[in-house]
């Protein structure tokens, strides 16, 4: 299947500093990705979608100030988190869909944030 | 965001029984329903999907049962098996945006 990449698996920061996740589809274009955000033993919560070359739409509640989404490339898509405080501290994880393979979306491993 | 609703939150199963997990959805909009299957520290990976014109698909020791009128749709494990043990997700997602809305998440323990 297609493989999706983050990148890091694991952060640490320091609280006020930035952190910023990367994600790339390896073996195809990715034209819309989306952004999740996970807390222990919850569900995933969709946080934006991003679009290749266009802004990122982002669900109701997340502020788009704080987690900065570019998707400069059909095979990156890129999620700082700015300021970051302990309350930011999470599991991220991204996916993108591949148009030449119908619906289905390809996760990424995802990357733990720990802010301290 | 558009809730789909998944039960039980938890399940214990003997190993070579059946695992079942349940979940509803309200939007009539949604046309692609994915099953997720996810270890600690790990993405989520596809398991098994449906689409709401068949109202059953088996994959394996995987099969998902939808009930159009009735808006919900399960996931049946057979034969289930300590390495199945993991945190299942249904999800739901429209023609539109794509985006995937995730149920709440059914961690499965099996049985040795």
């Known amino acids: 299947g297609a493989v999706v990449s983050q990148h890091p698996s694991w952060v640490i920061c320091k609280s006020g500093t930035s952190v910023k996740i990367e994600c790339r589809s390896l073996?195809?274009?990715?034209?819309?990705m989306f952004w999740y955000r996970q807390f222990p033993k919850k569900s995933l919560m969709l946080m934006a979608t991003?679009?290749?070359?266009?802004?990122?739409?982002?669900e109701q509640g997340v502020e788009k100030d704080k987690f900065l989404i570019n998707h400069a490339s059909l095979t990156l898509s890129t999620l700082t988190v700015t300021s970051a405080h302990p309350e930011d501290s999470s599991f991220y994880i991204c996916s993108a869909r591949d148009l030449g393979r119908g619906r289905e979306a390809f996760f990424g491993q995802g990357t733990r944030l720990t802010v301290v | 965001q558009q809730q789909v609703k998944q039960s039980p939150q938890s399940l214990i199963v003997q190993k070579g029984g059946i695992s079942i997990i349940n979940c509803a959805y309200e939007n009539t909009a949604f046309d692609y329903f994915p099953w997720y299957q996810q270890f600690p520290g790990k993405g989520p990976a596809l398991l098994i999907a449906i689409r709401p014109d068949v109202s059953e698909k088996k994959e394996g020791r995987f099969t998902i049962s939808f009930n159009k009128s009735a808006k919900q749709f399960s996931l049946h494990i057979m034969d289930s098996q300590p390495g199945d043990s993991a945190t299942y997700f249904c999800?739901?997602?429209?023609?539109?945006?794509?985006?995937?809305?995730f149920g709440a998440g059914t961690r499965l323990f099996v049985k040795a």
């Open positions: 073996d195809f274009q990715a034209t819309t």
């Open positions: 991003s679009n290749e070359g266009s802004k990122a739409t982002y």
């Open positions: 999800a739901a997602s429209t023609g539109g945006g794509f985006k995937t809305i």
